[in-house]
């Protein structure tokens, strides 16, 4: 379970709430005793109608000062970030992932940085540049599009010298997409698991789920447990959330429905997201 910690003024659910280092680490710990294996920092918000015209200095700016408290308390650290420079701030100072949302096309040379430190390696499918990847998009096939994106993308960081194990792979729900297209993207994960990564999920209060109920985001958490659980279903083993009790509670039942060979013995013992992300 990743747990989403934003330290931006401005993401659609908790922006500004984190900003403050102080309120962050709380805010962190918070997250790990819900049961996050796992936490996701983001310093610019890849919202719809987010201001990518903040820079990466600005950026590092923000995370610099959360980033070492966060990273000793001991569980593995992603930063949420597109910027080479950034990303390789974050991996000298010991974060484990780098969280690629645009999937290596706003700066290639994050494949080779995670190379260079053997880090962990989440690809998104989502088209066009950062500010263009909420515009929305006409395909022929959704799920075709997002395979054939991620393939390329895992091929490109293979060959940039990523191990592949290092390597997990998101379908960009929200982005790219109008809200059934992210439904239908969500249909086709069997299609994502033939590339033989870990399929890496967000649908945390997302504006699709809105499309299904009507809700407002501070009323979606039902909405996106039910996205969770169908994902899970479909394959998707690593969920990132910022509601991480709730969320673990609603994995957990699911797999304990699921696996004829669960027990709370098991679920204990199950290797952590994170190592299947592969930090």
């Known amino acids: 379970m990743v747990g989403i910690l934003n330290l931006t003024p401005d993401s659609f659910y908790d922006g500004g709430r984190f900003n403050d280092p102080g309120r962050a680490l709380e805010r962190a710990r918070a997250l790990i005793e819900e049961g996050a294996d796992a936490l996701d920092l983001g310093a610019q918000s890849t919202r719809p109608g987010g201001n990518p015209a903040v820079g990466a200095a600005e950026e590092w700016d923000r995370l610099r000062g959360v ?6 308390l001991g569980i593995p650290v992603s930063v949420d970030t597109y910027r080479a420079d950034v990303a390789r701030r974050a991996l000298d100072m010991g974060a484990a ?7 290596l096309r706003a700066e290639p040379e994050i494949a080779r940085i995670a190379a260079e430190t053997d880090a ?3 690809l998104m499918h989502a088209e066009g540049a950062p ?8 395909y022929e ?10 393939e390329r993308a895992m091929r490109a960081a293979i ?11 998101d379908p960009g729900i929200g982005f790219s997409k109008r809200a059934p297209q992210s439904l239908e993207a969500l249909r086709g994960l069997p299609r994502l698991t033939s590339l033989g990564r870990p399929l890496y999920i967000g649908v945390s209060r997302k504006s699709f789920l809105a499309h299904v109920t009507g809700s407002p985001v ?13 994902a899970l279903s479909l394959g998707a083993t690593i969920f990132r959330t910022h509601d991480v009790r709730e969320t673990v509670d609603a994995i957990r039942t699911a797999e304990a429905i699921l696996n004829p060979a669960w027990s709370p013995a ?3 013992n199950a290797p952590r997201v994170a190592e299947k992300a592969g930090a």
């Open 67 to 72: 980033l070492p408290g966060v990273i000793a």
């Open 120 to 122: 962990g390696l989440v």
């Open 141 to 150: 096939d959704v799920a075709g599009a997002v395979q054939s994106f991620l």
């Open 266 to 268: 098991s679920r204990a």
């Open 218 to 230: 501070e009323e979606r958490l039902a909405a996106g447990l039910g996205a969770t659980v169908a």
């Open 97 to 103: 992932m780098v969280n690629d949302v645009s999937g």
């Open 131 to 138: 500010d263009r990847m909420h515009a929305p998009v006409d």
């Open 159 to 169: 060959a940039a010298g990523v191990r592949e194990e290092r390597i997990a792979l």
